[in-house]
């Protein structure tokens, strides 16, 4: 096939006459190492080669294909194919990949197990659920009264029951192996629950309430350790735990202290941004998917009602298609975010770096991170277009006018949401740090631009009233669950001041309206929501004429 011929073709999708159409009848998917039963969870997806069904996971390889489902390396499209279909050929041929990820992190998971049950007898132990279980037991002792009165009644003990069967051998140390006699105390460690001799563990692990917060909180440390209390607190608890638990949770809190501290550029950094992209990965491709098998069977084929008994007996399926139309939205909306996110963080990834010195080895995984993602974005995002296209193409403008219009209504929604929680958030800010007034003014001026445009999205009265009740509620819900949208850090809030929080706060505002104003542009028609947009960005370049003109 030449490139003219490619050329015609870029608009035809592959075939399917020879997919199976017995779909209906195939309950199981029909690899024979697999053969898991298909359900609400577990959907049924074609080889775009041999036609075959299979699950999700048989799927997940790629292979450039030709309109024909014939491999086709150079001008062929990616299609999902079966493992079968993928190893057909040589085993060096162009135009294939596969998802390793899976396998990897089983890999790791195997690793980390076997490290765990080398030292504890047993393969899993989450350490941060263990100590904040310590922290809750510890914060609901110290919300009673009479707090001395318990300590006598040893009601402040709060040792969780050790179960018998967990016990192999009571009589030795379960690290240092000596034997407990008469002066060798035996204790037990609070996070893993293993017995121990007092020279393999310690009262290192604080729990403690925090004066230092405007409001009462309750946090755990290892003393002796950075990012550890420099007085001890008023209110406090030691706590024992074996040394190889204590290892585990002073590296914890050390890359705790680590992250909070932006000063320093290193390769801890580049790796949090990259935890933070590779769920967005998993997310677009699951969604890609999702929005494929949501295009290519959706009914556009209702032909209209010539009588009221045809009308009365399409009622289930005009609910039906409404579903189809809410549902087909929602992923192409969501799908829309998560590519705008992935934009959003490798832009900022590249400014914050910018004008900082970096080590050749942070220099190459800079460089390396941002040509993957690019790379990453640029193919879904064509991707992603060519199925709408597609999708465009088909379907009838009716249908396009109510899947537009539900993609809307989700875009203004959450950009109330955010702008309200994020005005909300300020205002507490304001009144405990005493940060500039006129971050809260511009923040309810926009909230109020965004809220016109929300009730004349809406319609009714009396759904705007109910629509509003439940998005402020849902709001307060975030705020008291602590969900927040800026969270200074506490080490260099004690650092710098209420200069640091003002500034945090500035770019946290700046960032979350580019990313509003970003995916207002991405889902919405230019003639939909100009007032939000104008507000939006006008409010934006406040925060950035407020951050250019600040020192810290």
Known sequence: MDISQQQQYDNIGIIRSHWRSDVDQILHCQNKSCCVEFGLTNRKYH??????????????????LSVLAQPDPVFGKFYKVCQSCFDEGSSTEEGQRRDLTFYFTQMRQAHKRNILKQIYGFDRIDFEAEVSFLVKEFQKTDEKSNVLLRMVSGEFNFKRQISETSLTDKSRCKFCHNSFKLLMLRYHCNICCLLCCGDCCSDDLLL??????????????????????????????????????????????????????NDSV???????????????????EQHLMKYEDLANSFDISRPAESSRTERSNSRDNQRKGAGSIKQLAKVQSDLSDHLTDVSLITQRLTLKFRNKELQPLEKTVLNNMKRAWCSFYIENVVTFRQLRNQFE????????????????TQAVTTAYLY??????EVL???????IDEEFSENLAGLDGAVKQELDRFIGSTEREDRYDDNLQEFVKLQIKEGKLLIKPSRTLRCKHGSGYVETFTATRCLNILDKILVQ?????????FKNTKTALQNTKDYFNTKLNNTTI
């Open 428 to 434: 507490l800010l304001t009144d405990r740090h005493g």
């Open 266 to 284: 290193t390769l801890g950094e580049l790796d949090e941004t990259l935890n933070n992209l590779q769920p967005l990965r998993n997310k677009i």
């Open 208 to 261: 403690y309430r925090d004066s230092s917060e405007p409001q009462l909180l309750y946090r755990w440390s290892v003393i002796n350790v950075a990012g550890s209390p420099e007085k001890e607190p008023a209110v406090c608890r030691y706590v024992r735990l074996c040394h190889a638990c204590r290892s585990q949770l002073t590296n914890i809190q050390q890359r705790n202290v680590y992250m909070e501290d």
């Open 520 to 528: 207002f542009r991405d889902k919405c028609l230019d003639t939909n």
């Open 47 to 64: 080889c775009r080669r041999c036609g075959d069904v299979f699950c999700s996971k048989c799927t997940q390889f790629r292979k450039r």
């Open 393 to 408: 193409d088909i379907a009838p403008q009716n249908v396009l006018t109510a899947v537009q219009r539900e993609v809307d």
């Open 419 to 424: 702008v309200h929680q994020l005005g909300l």
